[in-house]
């Protein structure tokens, strides 16, 4: 008993010292901006329109609208014209930047009849659709040189690979759905365009980011219409337009709770 007491008051001594940690302010400085696919890799494509380029487009316009609307940022791309850049170095430019916010632009394949947006974050997907789009963005890798050792023997054909590592990115997830449900937000209601939602799939693009990221399937190529819509170069600011007010508003919200 005595021991209690002298333990107890010993705390109650030292507590007065020990002062809470202050929690560590949130910015958004720096923005990773990937163009999926490219070079050898043209990804999905309509009669016309390949996925690399539309993509890349998309990309470079969000990342002028950020530097001319918010010069306190840093734009970085994973590519800036049609040149082949593997998954795992993607993630790679944004963690050497420290960016703390990755965004990759995609297009979507499917029926002629399938349209519409989705943005997808890192996780475990739900339904064998999310599955699909996993896969069949994931299957670049099989265009790269040591991709078994350089991701740890993922097959790309396989669920039960995607299924073991969607679970990384779990520290970023909360701000992935953040930006992701802003960017979809931004789509239906102000672009007028019909929204998917927001999903979780196993990208490699998203694995070995470490900072909030997503992965945004900005329309089908298979469908002719969108196809027509994604090549117009206006439609294609548009897409941007909506991406970048989407990531204002999470960086506005996000330093708002510093």
């Known amino acids: 008993m005595k021991n209690i007491v002298s333990l107890c008051l010993l705390v109650f001594l030292l507590l007065p010292s020990f002062t809470p940690a202050k929690r560590k302010e949130v910015k958004v400085r720096t923005v990773v901006i990937d163009a999926g696919h490219g070079g050898k890799d043209i990804g999905c494509n309509g009669k016309s329109a390949y996925e690399k380029h539309v993509a890349l487009a998309v990309a470079l316009k969000l990342g002028k609208q950020i530097e001319e609307g918010n010069p306190d940022v840093k734009v970085v791309y ?39 947006t989705e943005t997808y974050t890192m996780g475990l997907h739900t339904s064998t659709g999310n599955l699909a789009v996993a896969k069949r963005e994931n299957s670049v890798i099989l265009q790269e040189e040591n991709y078994k050792e350089n991701y740890g023997g993922f097959n790309p054909n396989s669920p039960q690979s995607h299924i073991l590592f ?56 298979t469908n002719p219409a969108e196809e027509k819509f994604l090549n117009d170069n206006t439609n294609q600011s548009y897409m941007a337009s909506g991406i970048y007010r989407a990531f204002k508003e999470y960086k506005q919200e996000l330093e708002a709770m510093n």
């Open 166 to 221: 969607s679970l990384y990115q779990s520290a970023y997830i909360d701000n992935s759905l953040r930006f992701a449900q802003k960017v979809e937000r931004q789509f239906k209601t102000k672009l007028g365009r019909s929204s998917r939602g927001v999903k979780q799939a196993g990208f490699l693009v998203l694995w070995k980011s470490a900072m909030p990221s997503a992965l945004i399937e900005i329309g089908f190529l």
């Open 78 to 116: 994973t590519r800036k014209d049609d040149t082949f850049v593997e998954l795992i170095d993607r993630a790679g430019i944004a963690n050497k930047n420290h960016a703390d916010l990755f965004i990759s632009i995609h297009c979507n394949a499917g029926p002629s009849a399938a349209f519409g």
